[in-house]
């Protein structure tokens, strides 16, 4: 408490607590900006070159994820599904790769949500895989279609029963009123089910993306990062290196 010489409470906003308060907040964006400029870190594990990687990019990316998984890479089969509307405008988030059939990427994923909407429209997509403890990541690009109901029902099946009584109840990317809403059909739902199968629902399956493009970015010091691109040129993988 600061007091005036007449013993009064002095009313110099600058010494009120308020007052220092909201300065603290006032300079808050700054300083993380501040903080966010300064993190960075050099990358110096591995290195990477066209004579290294398999003639097969899809060989290439199991023989990546392979050695993610040995080095108990935390959810290393996740990765960034980004697809676009009609109008490009693009929008991202974390899925889960579950196959690699025929060179094809597996995933799955309520039909009518934001993604499966966009996937209707706009038959493109891509993935990336990062996978921080090697300093590596994989870009992966192609057309997406659905995969047949057999294929989305053997997956369906293997879930564990509470996620496929959750698939039903969710209707993904949609407004609810509240998790108490959704608690409500999830538990009238399994009543409705229980001792019997949960089906899969017609809203609900996987998508294949069958790549055209494939990155494999090794991170290396001073920025100078390794990039190793495959596209597909008449029926053939061209292998070429990117500048960082």
Known sequence: ????????KSHDPSLSPFYAACLSLCQEPKAMNGRLASLRREYTLQSITKRDVDPDP?????????????????D???????TADKNGRPSGRIVLLKGIEKGRFIFY????????????ENPFAALTFYWQGLERQVRIQGSVEKTDPETSEKYFSSR????????????????????????????????QLMGGKVPLPSFWGGYALLPDRFEFWQGRANRL??????RRQNGQWLIERLAP
Request: aromatic share 10%; hydrophobic share 35%; net charge positive.
């Open 109 to 120: 994923t309520n039909y009518t949500s934001q993604k499966g909407l966009e996937l209707e």
């Open 1 to 8: 408490m600061n007091l005036t010489s007449s013993g009064h």
């Open 58 to 74: 899809v060989a290439q990316f199991e023989k990546w994820f392979g050695e993610a998984s040995h080095a108990e890479i935390e």
């Open 76 to 82: 290393v089969n996740a990765m960034t599904l980004s």
């Open 225 to 230: 990062h390794d990039r190793i691109n495959y």
């Open 160 to 191: 564990p029963r509470k996620s496929r009584i959750g698939a039903w109840v969710s209707h993904q990317s949609h407004p609810i009123p509240s998790r108490m809403y959704l608690m409500r059909k999830f538990v009238n739902r399994s009543v």
